[in-house]
């Protein structure tokens, strides 16, 4: 355990930024959905952390940025480089479960928390299903408390927005100052869903169709990894 506590710069806590937060984010998942082409290049890193689906918010990162975010993570010894025989780039893949001793089901859930945001344990069940299947919420909850029992603490519960009834969780791995960002924009986004139905049932069609062209593009990458 004392591994584990002493390797972050600020005391008690993480302290990553946004785009490290979403490199982190992508390899976990990464690992999950296409083993097959795990470990990522840079290339590949950049179109995870990218898409428009399965993530909030939407970003636009540069391989520049990916590559930087890389260094830093590798700093913390969050990430390692590995330089594969015969390949042409090398590929990097996440230290979580070494470094924090997470299973699976602990893994998928904190990747879930910072891939999109605040969110509720329904909500998390159902969005991470491709990377861990939990047989109900309450399993999704008792992982969920794992995270807050970590030293550091992984994720907590945010305080309930007015007119939720529902607790929404979020990633610690920011630090205390995005932790409240992210209950800001959970509230804000609560607020603003009242009256959406057809429009909500629309986008959630739109979500699956990109997923299915994603799912289609990591198909492709993992073709294209055989010749790099």
């Known amino acids: 355990m004392s591994d584990t506590t002493t390797m972050d710069n600020e005391p008690g806590g993480f302290d990553l930024d946004a785009v490290e937060i979403r490199v982190l984010g992508v390899l976990i998942e ?32 540069s391989e520049a940025e990916v590559q930087d975010a890389l260094d830093r993570l590798m700093g913390r010894k969050l990430v390692s480089r590995r330089d594969q025989a015969g390949a042409r780039v090398g590929k990097f893949e996440h230290l979580i479960r070494l470094r924090h001793s997470l299973p699976p089901p602990e893994q998928a859930v904190l990747a879930m928390l910072m891939l999109r945001g605040a969110q509720t344990a329904g909500e998390i069940r159902q969005r991470s299903e491709r990377m861990h299947r939990f047989d109900d919420i309450a399993a999704v909850e008792r992982v969920l408390e794992h995270l807050a029992e970590k030293y550091p603490p992984m994720a907590a519960a945010l305080p309930k927005a007015p007119g939720t009834k529902e607790t929404r969780y979020a990633h610690l791995m920011g630090g205390a100052a ?4 992210l209950g ?35 198909e492709f990458e993992k073709f294209r990894a055989q010749f790099e």
Do not use: C, H
């Not at 959905?33 to 636009?60: F, H, W």
């Not at 995005?178 to 960002?181: G, N, V």
């Open 30 to 61: 990464k690992a999950f959905i296409t083993p097959d082409n795990y470990p990522l290049s840079v290339n590949a890193i950049v179109t995870g952390s990218n898409q428009l689906t399965g993530r909030e918010p939407v970003m636009n990162l």
């Open 178 to 181: 995005l932790f409240a960002q």
């Open 184 to 218: 800001e924009a959970a509230g804000a986004s609560s607020a603003g869903g009242a009256g959406r139905g057809r429009s909500a049932e629309l986008e959630e069609e739109v979500r699956r169709l990109r997923e299915e062209v994603d799912w289609l593009r990591g």
